[in-house]
C-alpha cells in the first residue's frame, strides 16, 4: 500500500509575454516535435532520381484515420513551400535520430544536399532519404491560412516504416535527440 505524501508547494506561475514571439517560441519549444523532410519532384521517370526541393518541418502530423490525412504547416515565407505546392504532391520523410545530418544540410540549404544523401523512389514516385524512419507520400488536398503559416492538408497515398531505425529525431528546447523509454 502506498503512503500518501505531500506535495511541495507549487510554484508560481510566471505568464510569458505573448506578444514577443522569443518568449512564444520558448514556452512552445517545451512540446517536442518530430522532424520530417518534406520532398517533392518529378514524378515517375526522374532522369537524376532526386527531388527539386525539399524542406526541415517541425509539423508534421496526423490528421485522420477516415479518410486517411496528414499535415503540415510551412512558414508563408518560406521559398520551397511555392514549389511544394505547385506541383501538388509530396513526400514526408520522418528523420530517424541519426539523420541530424541530413536536418541541418536541408535547413541551411547546403549546395548539395541533394545529391549527398541519395534517394529511395516509392511506387507512387516520392523521394524517401534513406534511413529515415518512415515516409508518407501525399497529395494537397486543402491549405488553410493560418497567421504567418499555412495548414496543409494532404491526403496519404502510400506509407511506410523501417523496423531497423528504432528511433525518430525530435527537437525540443532548441536541441536535438532521440526519445527513450521510460
Do not use: N
Request: charged share 20%.
Amino acid at each position: 500500500m502506498l503512503e500518501p505524501t505531500t506535495a511541495p508547494p507549487p510554484t508560481p506561475l510566471r505568464p510569458a509575454d505573448v506578444s514577443d514571439p522569443r518568449s512564444f517560441r520558448t514556452v512552445l519549444g517545451h512540446v517536442p516535435t518530430g522532424v520530417t523532410l518534406i520532398t517533392t519532384g518529378p514524378t515517375g521517370g526522374s532522369t537524376d532520381g532526386q527531388p527539386t526541393a525539399a524542406m526541415v518541418v517541425g509539423t508534421f502530423g496526423s490528421v485522420s484515420l477516415d479518410p486517411p490525412l496528414v499535415c503540415f504547416l510551412p512558414d508563408r515565407a518560406s521559398t520551397t513551400w511555392p514549389v511544394v505546392r505547385a506541383h501538388g504532391r509530396f513526400t514526408a520523410s520522418v528523420l530517424g535520430a541519426g539523420q541530424l545530418d541530413v536536418c541541418r544540410a536541408f535547413a541551411r540549404k547546403e549546395d548539395d544536399r541533394f545529391e549527398r544523401f541519395g534517394w529511395h523512389r516509392t511506387a507512387t514516385g516520392g523521394h524517401v532519404v534513406p534511413g529515415a524512419a518512415a515516409w508518407v507520400d501525399c497529395e494537397v488536398h486543402d491549405v488553410l491560412p493560418a497567421g504567418d503559416h499555412d495548414v496543409v492538408l494532404a491526403r496519404v497515398l502510400a506509407l511506410g516504416a523501417d523496423p531497423d531505425v528504432p528511433h525518430s529525431l525530435v527537437f525540443s528546447r532548441g536541441a536535438y535527440g532521440a526519445p527513450a523509454p521510460l
